[in-house]
């Protein structure tokens, strides 16, 4: 998916007439950028992190919500639901959170 922002690039021209003291005279430029979204696998980008939360629900339908510790690791998010089934048997309904870097490219000027 991809969409389109207005742009405003300013620039002061050089030897253009102070309209008053103080005061620069900024020339603007107007255009639509094409934008997309998707994940940011740069480099300085922050890592991903999973994490899992219990949903099995108690008899008066309320989620037991507890949460494994957030990991860069996903076995170490994963393997917390099974030591938190060996503390509660009857939990066996878990729900993965994800928490993955995404970020706006800009992908080109149109017209």
């Not at 102070?18 to 950028?33: H, L």
């Not at 938190?84 to 995404?102: D, G, I, K, L, N």
């Amino acid at each position: 998916m991809s969409g389109r922002t207005p742009t405003v690039e300013s620039t002061e021209v050089p030897g253009a007439r102070q309209p008053s003291r103080g005061t620069a005279v900024v020339r603007q430029t107007f255009g639509y950028v094409n934008w997309t979204l998707r994940p940011n696998r740069e480099p300085d980008a922050p890592p991903t992190r999973f994490k899992f939360r219990c949903l099995t629900e108690d008899e008066s339908g309320k989620p037991c919500g507890t949460e494994s510790k957030e990991s860069e690791n996903f076995a170490i998010a994963r393997d917390w639901t099974f030591a938190h089934m060996q503390s509660h048997p009857t939990h066996v309904s878990y729900a993965e959170v994800v928490v993955r870097p995404w970020a706006m490219w800009r992908i080109g000027p149109t017209r």
